[in-house]
């Protein structure tokens, strides 16, 4: 038996669809995402326009799209879709209160092309990935991959605007018909299959139509929202290089490249694909360019989205083509701000319902990854402490994080990167033997 047939994969990495097939599970990929939360909370601390946030959200629907289609179609060759990442959300306000909007741009160009350059021609990215990043260490970053992203979906239902009880029953009928469609997919041939493959979908439409009944569906904004606009280059300001602003940006960087290499392992894991070095210096590169595109459109550093991996568990497709048709989606979602508006309204009791159980396919297959090593004092260690200080991370008090360094808050921001620094930290100290 293969791995992708023990992965219970329907649709394979390099298997062929029709373009019809691929659009429809293409488009749950990306109405399962959350990307426009990160520009969203971005804005807000930068203080900008009503019509300024639009276009930064509209400019980060493009810079997704086309990262994704760089990756998946050039960089890693697998089912990874780009997004915004969370991590330089504090670095990117304080750059654009301090020294303008301008040195936003300035600051992530070097270090998008940095991270480029240490996969081809440098190939240093697979080299240092081999060396700290063995089976136990991939595994346990799965895991936290997961645990660190569940309590931000929970958090999400109970602090969405409406009735926090109505909020619970939305998610969790959301989360109950995605269920009951991977289950029909398990247990019926046929129909079964389909109700898998479109269970996303399936969830959001069931989700959204229980959401209508308490009135918490708001879709009058699509209205306001235009029907095309062009993007262009630098739409914030000439780039200004300020040296410390692009040296915070290239600390970021490799923290959000440590983040994103998890997401490799949850992909690889699942798919069955192995990463090998050609490989993962593809995927820095591909990594290096979406960032750098997402720099000159205006839009944030992108990393690949793990929830979007872990719906390649539940739906069991697999196939880069249907990602890359999600790229496609999200560009011209990036250049219709109709459509990408209408995306946004989609209730997030409903996205968040969907979310916890991607987070739990996720921490699923990092314990399929590990289950084989045999677990004594030193791999326990390993594995547990760092899930330990993850979830201090994701219930460790805002107000803590402004008492702390610059360089400290960017790490201590992102549950992810302290799991997995502490989990590569730990296998490189503790000793093997006796």
Not at 109 to 133: E, H, M, N, S
Request: aromatic share 8%.
């Amino acid at each position: 038996m293969d791995n992708q047939t023990e992965n219970n994969i329907v649709i394979s990495v390099h298997e062929k669809i029709s373009y019809h097939k691929a659009f429809i599970l293409g488009l749950q990929h990306v109405l399962a995402m959350d990307l426009y939360i990160a520009p969203i909370i971005i804005a807000g601390l930068l203080s900008l326009s009503t019509e300024n946030t639009s276009f930064f959200v509209q400019m980060c629907f493009l810079a997704t799209g086309l990262a994704t289609l760089i990756q998946t179609g050039a960089g890693i060759k697998l089912p990874v879709v780009q997004g915004p990442s969370y991590v330089p959300i504090g670095a990117i306000a304080a750059i654009g209160g301090k020294l303008g909007l301008g040195a936003i741009a300035g600051s992530l160009i070097p270090g998008a092309i940095l991270i480029t350059l240490i996969g081809y021609p440098l190939k240093w990215f697979a080299k240092a990935v081999r060396k700290i990043i063995p089976p136990l260490v991939g595994g346990t970053v799965i895991i936290i991959v997961g645990i660190s992203l569940m309590p931000t979906g929970l958090n999400n239902i109970y602090q969405a605007e409406g009735n926090i009880g109505e909020n619970i029953l939305i998610a969790a009928i959301s989360a109950a018909v995605l269920i009951i469609c991977m289950l029909l997919g398990r247990r019926m041939k046929g129909i079964g299959t389909f109700f898998r493959l479109v269970s996303v979908i399936i969830a959001i439409v069931a989700g959204t139509i229980t959401a209508s009944l308490f009135g918490t569906v708001d879709f009058s904004p699509v209205k306001e929202a235009s029907w095309f606009a062009l993007p262009s280059l630098f739409p914030f300001g000439k780039p200004v290089f300020n040296l410390n602003a692009m040296i915070t940006m290239v600390f970021v960087y490799f923290i959000i490249l440590l983040e994103t290499t998890g997401t490799w392992f949850v992909v690889s894991s699942i798919t069955g694909e192995e990463l090998d070095d050609r490989r993962l210096n593809r995927a820095s590169v591909g990594e290096g360019i979406g960032c750098l595109v997402g720099s000159l459109f205006g839009s944030t550093p992108m990393t690949g989205y793990s929830s979007n991996a872990g719906l390649l568990a539940i739906t069991g497709v697999a196939s880069r083509m249907v990602i890359i048709m999600s790229g496609v989606i999200l560009v011209c979602l990036g250049l219709i701000p109709k459509l990408s508006t209408a995306i946004t309204c989609i209730p997030e009791p409903v996205i968040n319902g969907i979310f916890g159980i991607v987070c739990v396919a996720i921490v699923t297959n990092g314990m399929k990854v590990i289950q084989p090593i045999i677990i004594d004092d030193r791999n326990m260690m390993i594995i547990g402490l760092p899930i330990l200080l993850t979830i201090a991370i994701t219930v460790l008090p805002t107000d803590a994080l402004n008492k702390v360094p610059d360089w400290a808050n960017y790490i201590l921001s992102s549950a992810t990167t302290v799991g997995a620094l502490a989990t590569v930290l730990l296998n490189l100290f503790i000793p093997k033997t006796r």
